[in-house]
Each structure stands twice: as C-alpha cells, then as structure tokens.
T-cell receptor, first 114, second 112 residues
Framework: KAGVTQTPRYLIKTRGQQVTLSCSPI?????VSWYQQTPGQGLQFLFE???????NKGNFPGRFSGRQFSNSRSEMNVSTLELGDSALYLC?????????????FGPGTRLLVL | QQQVKQSPQSLIVQKGGISIINCAYE??????FPWYQQFPGKGPALLIA?????SEKKEGRFTISFNKSAKQFSLHIMDSQPGDSATYFC???????????FGTGTRLTIIP
C-alpha cells in the first residue's frame, strides 16, 4: 500500500497570505489528523477528521482550519499567515477511531513564512 | 501543560551498545503509547507501541518497558547501530480522542 502523501512538500509564503495543504491518507484509512512541528514547540496536534467531520481540535487559533472529503482526503488551510506559522505540517492517517490507535505519518509540508 | 515528559534530550551511544530513552506521563486516561522515529526531512515513522495492560513488548532490537503504577515507559534499543541515529519521540493517546500527545524528542547519535 502507498503511504500517506502530502502536497506540496515545500512552500514559501509571505505574511498575510493564506495557504492550503493537502493530504491523501493510506487507502482504506478513514481518520486523518494534522500536526504542526516546530523546533520550539515540538509536535502539536491541530485537528482530526473522520467521515468528513472534525472530531477533535487542538489549541490553535481559528486561522487554522481543515476539511475532509468523501474519499477521506483532507486539506488544511491557514489564513492570514504569521511568521510563527513557519513549521513542518504533518498529516497522519489511521484506519478507524477508538481502539486502533496507530497513526501513520506522511513526509510533511514544510512551510516558510517570510 | 506538558503531559508527556521525555528524557534525555540528546543521547550518544557507542555502536553495539544499548540506547535507553525514558518517558513519563500524567494523564491516566491514556490507552496507547507509541514510539516514533524521525529522520531529518522525513515524517515520524511508527516504531513500536504498547498498551497499559502489558509490561513489556519486544520487536527485534526494540523493546518498550511499561510501568503503569509509576506512569513511566521507556524504549530500549539493543545492539545500537549508526543507522539508528535519529530523533525519537514517545507519545500517548486516549482511544476515542485520537490526539497524539508527544514528548519533546530525543536526538540519538550512534558513534562507531
């Protein structure tokens, strides 16, 4: 099976712009989670989607949003970018919720905000 | 509030030695404790995981030891190899919540 894929892999934006990142989960996986990784804050949970519904949300401002499509593919959007949004954004997929636990990560999208 | 504490921050081990990384958690509602390995420029890769009803799990050279009463768990890498040089993260999750809470990471370097 192909792993989790994320596009684009690298992105450079300027402050105030918005960005959309895409994630395709492992075939058959229905849960998609997003994480932000920075040197200072480490790996932090952004949100999780299952059956096109946001099921859980981390402690991030409303500028961070996401959605999931019927084929389980997911996108996350960051509006009004700030310098502090520069990070590696990771998507993880899991077969199901509640009991499986295992999340498999993609390679990430590295976002640089200038 | 940091719910999963990981130590050490960095670790240097000689080839063939045992690498040990420790984690402690606070939330007794956690159901699942995975370890991830991350190489530069890559996403974290699941290495091994354990549930709290098991005290030890071994997969090849990697072993998780789990102490439920102390709320601690550790990763042991036996016969450490240069290819094991990476950053290791412990994590914890509550089923139904699906949010992985990560430790701060340990940068492991295996020297010849």
């Amino acid at each position: 099976k192909a792993g989790v894929t994320q596009t684009p892999r690298y992105l450079i934006k300027t402050r105030g712009q918005q960005v959309t990142l895409s994630c395709s989960p492992i075939s058959g996986h229905r849960s998609v989670s997003w994480y932000q990784q920075t040197p200072g804050q480490g790996l932090q949970f952004l949100f999780e989607y299952f059956s096109e519904t946001q099921r859980n949300k981390g402690n991030f401002p409303g500028r961070f949003s996401g959605r999931q499509f019927s084929n389980s593919r997911s996108e996350m959007n960051v509006s009004t970018l700030e310098l502090g949004d520069s990070a590696l954004y990771l998507c993880a997929s899991s077969p199901d919720r509640g009991g499986r636990g295992t999340q498999y990560f993609g390679p990430g999208t590295r976002l640089l905000v200038l | 509030q940091q719910q999963v504490k990981q130590s050490p921050q960095s670790l240097i081990v000689q080839k063939g030695g045992i690498s040990i990384i420790n984690c402690a958690y606070e939330n007794t509602a956690f159901d699942y404790f995975p370890w991830y390995q991350q190489f530069p420029g890559k996403g974290p890769a699941l290495l091994i995981a354990i549930r709290p009803d098991v005290s030890e799990k071994k997969e090849g050279r990697f072993t998780i030891s789990f102490n439920k009463s102390a709320k601690q768990f550790s990763l042991h890498i036996m016969d450490s190899q240069p290819g094991d040089s990476a950053t290791y993260f412990c994590a914890a999750l509550t089923f139904g919540n699906e949010k992985l809470t990560f430790g701060t990471g340990t940068r492991l370097t295996i020297i010849p």
